[in-house]
T-cell receptor
Framework: QKEVEQDPGPLSVPEGAIVSLNCTYS??????FMWYRQYSRKGPELLMY????GNKEDGRFTAQVDKSSKYISLFIRDSQPSDSATYLC????????????FGTGTQLKVEL | KAGVTQTPRYLIKTRGQQVTLSCSPI?????VSWYQQTPGQGLQFLFE???????NKGNFPGRFSGRQFSNSRSEMNVSTLELGDSALYLC??????????????FGPGTRLTVL
């Protein structure tokens, strides 16, 4: 079993929809949670960084962490075609330095 | 502020050769981590350097090695290339050695093709 599970999709939604992307993890040592967006043939771009249970909002993006359930989510409001990309969750441990453990990524397509 | 730069962007090699990839972190960042991205395995951690010291190493064979220089620039080397080494190699830069408030920023990657 992988340490971090993420549905690979693809996920297709109409423009303006609310998108929900999720990851589950098995190791409670993970304490820092990130979401990256990766466009085709580009490097991952950091969208959100959180470390505590609860919600963190940044523009159209909301990151949610539930440490008791080992479940993290990224919500995208008013989705746009430019949001079409692969979304990766990444987790790191306390004392684990900068090593990130990634989910497989969810491919999102926002259609006009 | 300039982002993370990686050179070269594309590379084609043949089996058995060796290759060196370079990463320049964001100015002021002292940590560089390397990742391999393939369609089958996703993003996998290779190693991490902080202030010229390797702090973490992933589960890759000894053919994969790296180093960091005093100006924080880093190189990774792959010797005796195999077909399975074809991948996008990404480096990530961060200010500190991990923990709270230590975001990591990725470069555009080097796409290595082994023939």
């Amino acid at each position: 079993q992988k340490e971090v599970e993420q549905d690979p999709g693809p996920l297709s939604v109409p423009e303006g929809a609310i998108v929900s992307l999720n990851c589950t993890y098995s190791n409670s040592a993970f304490q820092y949670f990130m979401w990256y967006r990766q466009y085709s043939r580009k490097g991952p771009e950091l969208l959100m960084y959180t470390y505590s249970s609860g919600n963190k909002e940044d523009g159209r993006f909301t990151a949610q962490v539930d440490k008791s359930s080992k479940y993290i989510s990224l919500f995208i409001r008013d989705s746009q075609p430019s949001d079409s990309a692969t979304y990766l969750c990444a987790l790191s441990r306390t004392g684990g330095g900068n090593k990130l453990t990634f989910g497989t990524g969810t491919q999102l397509k926002v259609e006009l | 502020k300039a982002g993370v730069t990686q050179t070269p962007r594309y590379l084609i090699k043949t089996r058995g050769q060796q290759v060196t990839l370079s990463c320049s972190p964001i100015s002021g960042h002292r940590s560089v981590s390397w990742y391999q991205q393939t369609p089958g395995q996703g993003l996998q951690f290779l190693f991490e350097y902080f202030s010229e010291t390797q702090r973490n190493k992933g589960n890759f064979p000894g053919r994969f090695s790296g180093r960091q220089f005093s100006n924080s620039r880093s190189e990774m080397n792959v010797s005796t290339l195999e077909l399975g080494d074809s991948a996008l190699y990404l480096c990530a830069s961060s200010m500190g050695a991990g923990g709270l408030y230590n975001e990591q920023f990725f470069g555009p990657g080097t796409r290595l093709t082994v023939l």
